[in-house]
């Protein structure tokens, strides 16, 4: 043992998996010592993780990846069994098994629902595709639900033959909206998981376990078909109980990810938490923190990237609002709008918005919360509070010259606090919009 333990060469590692020592023998040939006897059914764990895991996993993906990849397993699997019942609800609708039924009406009914399905893809694509990086938890949640919505519309559809048609329309334009959706935050989804710029075998991966997913799912509806068939109340019990696995399992998947990066209500809990308690929260607590579903909450709409007119309407508003204000952005805010705009420089990074929105986070927080038991700036805080309560215009203006003073002394904190603690600084998922404003052109004249 001494002598071949003389002999070592070299060792070798294929991730954290497998382990191999190599031994020179006496002849010079190099010898494999592998570090343990492999058993057919580590060769068989080894066979299944290639084939259905990013290479170089756990190392390559976050240490998310396998609680949402769980879960969502299991709600493809849900969504698998009453995508069968729908379909098998919209084929009898459409006359199958009818002798009565023509193919021409089926085939107009078909055509109509994919090209309604079709114009609202690109509709929803229009109006929300840039919104849907932001806030990919909440949306894929509102993915599946709309699913599921539409699923039951489907499976309904033949019990009013009268709507058949407008309700598998409708249901059919849920469905696309559903693609646009689920596609978009399960890319962004992919980008998070992805630690080594290995996006593609991410998604490969992911295509190939979904896949498997419904293949085991065909197999089940394969025995379930059967006894559903003129059957509608176990057909909608069925419906009750997968749907019912396929939210839950969604929910406890997005509830699993941890993005490291900044959205609007991310920011918003790492604020307000950083003012009272006088620490920056962890991404995995700050996470743990955000709604997926819709909660109302009180205090104005941020706008990052705003147009300057949103602003202000006169120069004297704009000079207003450079009072005390050496940064890359500008703040206004009108209560009878409901909106907060934040007109960005062309020069603003991505440091420069969170700067911007953790100060509309605590002008909102002067507008709306109770900041006595505040431990950051708490009396310059109230007295801030004190004065919004009946300000006027002009009065708003000077309190917001005021809290740009204020962002001064506490943001090198907070920015520190956010490095610290894990999160990523260098980009952003503000919903930031386009316009950008360079007040400085009187200076680069004279230069």
Avoid at 82 to 95: C, D, H, M
Avoid at 407 to 414: E, H, M, T, V, Y
């Amino acid at each position: 043992m001494v002598g071949n333990m003389a002999k070592l060469f070299c060792s070798e590692h294929y991730g954290s998996s497998l382990t191999r020592r190599y031994i020179k023998r006496e002849d010079g040939c190099l010898a494999c010592i592998p570090e343990q006897k492999e058993s057919n059914c580590r060769s068989l764990c080894l066979l299944f993780t290639s084939v259905f895991l990013p290479q170089g996993y756990p190392e390559s993906v976050s240490e998310d990846y396998l609680t949402y990849q769980i879960w969502d397993t299991l709600q493809a699997f849900a969504s698998s069994i009453t995508g069968t019942l729908a379909t098998q609800a919209i084929l009898r609708g459409v006359g199958v098994g009818d002798e009565s039924a023509t193919v021409t009406a089926a085939t107009v009914t078909w055509i109509m629902k994919d090209g309604t399905g079709m114009l609202g893809r690109i509709l929803f694509a229009w109006m929300k595709g840039s919104k849907l990086d932001c806030d990919a938890k909440k949306w894929r949640l509102f993915a599946d639900i709309l699913n599921d919505t539409a699923i039951f519309m489907e499976i309904v559809a033949p019990a009013f033959p009268g709507c058949f048609t407008l309700i598998v329309c409708a249901a059919g334009l849920f469905k696309c909206i559903v693609g646009v959706a689920g596609g978009a935050t399960r890319a962004a989804l992919t980008m998070h998981q992805a630690r080594r710029n290995n996006m593609a075998d991410v998604s490969a991966k992911d295509g190939s376990q979904e896949t498997l997913v419904n293949l085991a799912g065909l197999l089940v509806s394969l025995l379930l078909i059967p006894l559903v068939t003129d059957n509608l109340r176990l057909t909608y019990a069925l419906y009750v109980l997968f749907t019912s696995l396929h939210l839950y399992a969604n929910y406890r998947a997005v509830r699993g990810v941890v993005m490291e990066t900044m959205n609007q209500a991310r920011l918003h809990i790492l604020v307000k938490h950083f003012l009272r308690e006088g620490m920056i929260l962890t991404p995995p607590e700050a996470n743990a923190m955000e709604p997926v579903l819709p909660v109302y909450q009180e205090g104005l709409t941020v706008v990052l990237g705003a147009p300057l007119l949103s602003l202000a309407s006169s120069v004297s508003d704009f000079e207003k609002a450079l009072v005390n204000n050496q940064k890359k952005y500008l703040l206004g805010c009108s209560s009878t709008k409901g909106r907060m705009s934040i007109v960005l420089h062309p020069d603003a990074s991505s440091i420069d918005m969170i700067q911007a929105c953790t100060h509309a986070e605590v002008f909102n927080m002067l507008l709306f919360e109770k900041v006595h038991k505040c431990q950051i700036e708490a009396n310059t805080l109230q007295e801030l509070q004190d004065r919004l309560q009946n300000a006027s215009k002009e009065g708003m203006w000077e309190i917001i010259s005021e809290t740009h003073l204020l962002l001064d002394r506490i943001f090198p904190k907070i920015l520190k606090g956010f490095v610290t603690a894990g999160w990523v600084t260098d980009r952003n998922l503000l919903n930031f919009d386009e316009w950008r404003v360079d007040w400085n052109l009187g200076a680069k004249k004279m230069q």
